[in-house]
């Protein structure tokens, strides 16, 4: 069973039409929910990370909330550059400290 | 600038051919680590090492190994690589392992 699950797999979206993404966790004893930004070829972007339940963080077009069990990546009026892989990793107590990564949702906005 | 910088961003090679993918961040972060990402799997954690000289397993470490002499410095080693580690590899380095992580620009490896 996956730790991490980010859903939708894929979004389209038509510009200036809000949406959310969801990233659920199972894992126990939170640490820190992470999102990340990633175009093709390039390396993950940090956009946020959230530490406890009830605490949102916003940058620009974005917001980010967390749950006990989700965290979800709210987009408003989303542009075409906003378009990108968006990934959610968790980090938890456990005996070896390990960062896990959801499979990530892929956005596409079209103008 | 503040970055993490991977070489070689591309990299093909014959199995068994030992190579090392060198990692080098300039922000004093004590934590790094190193990932591959293949299609349908994400992104999955090798090795990450907490500080010099301390280093562990993450979710995927058989056929690599690392070395943490530096503070700045975080080699991934495929002593004998074969077909199946052919993958995007990143490099990342944080404050800690509960922060912000930076990210290398990746390194496309094929192993034929």
């Known amino acids: 069973e996956d730790q991490v699950t980010q859903s939708p797999e894929a979004l389209r979206l038509q510009e200036g039409e809000s949406s959310s993404l969801n990233c659920s966790y199972t894992v126990s004893g939170l640490r820190g929910l992470f999102w990340y930004r990633q175009d093709p070829g390039k390396g993950p972007e940090f956009l946020f990370t959230l530490y406890s339940a009830g605490e949102e963080k916003e940058k620009e077009r974005l917001k980010a909330t967390l749950t006990k069990k989700e965290s979800f990546l709210h987009i408003t009026a989303p542009k075409p550059e906003d378009s990108a892989t968006y990934l959610c990793?968790?980090?938890?107590?456990?005996?070896?400290?390990?960062?896990?990564f959801g499979k990530g949702t892929r956005l596409s906005v079209i103008a | 600038e503040a970055q993490v910088t991977q070489n070689p961003r591309y990299l093909i090679t014959v199995t068994g051919k030992k190579l090392t993918v060198t990692c080098s961040q300039n922000?004093?972060?004590?934590?790094m680590s190193w990932y591959r990402q293949d299609p349908g799997l994400g992104l999955r954690q090798i090795y990450y090492?907490?500080?010099?000289?301390?280093?562990d397993k993450g979710d995927v470490p058989e056929g690599y190994k690392v070395s943490r002499k530096e503070k700045r410095n975080f080699p991934l080693i495929l002593e004998s690589p074969s077909p199946n580690q052919t993958s995007l590899y990143f490099c990342?380095?944080?404050?800690?392992?509960?922060?912000?992580?930076?990210f290398g620009q990746g390194t496309r490896l094929t192993v034929v």
């Open positions: 922000m004093n972060h004590e934590y």
């Open positions: 090492s907490m500080n010099v000289e301390v280093t």
């Open positions: 990342a380095s944080s404050l800690q392992a509960n922060t912000e992580a930076f």
């Open positions: 990793a968790v980090h938890y107590y456990s005996g070896n400290t390990p960062l896990v």
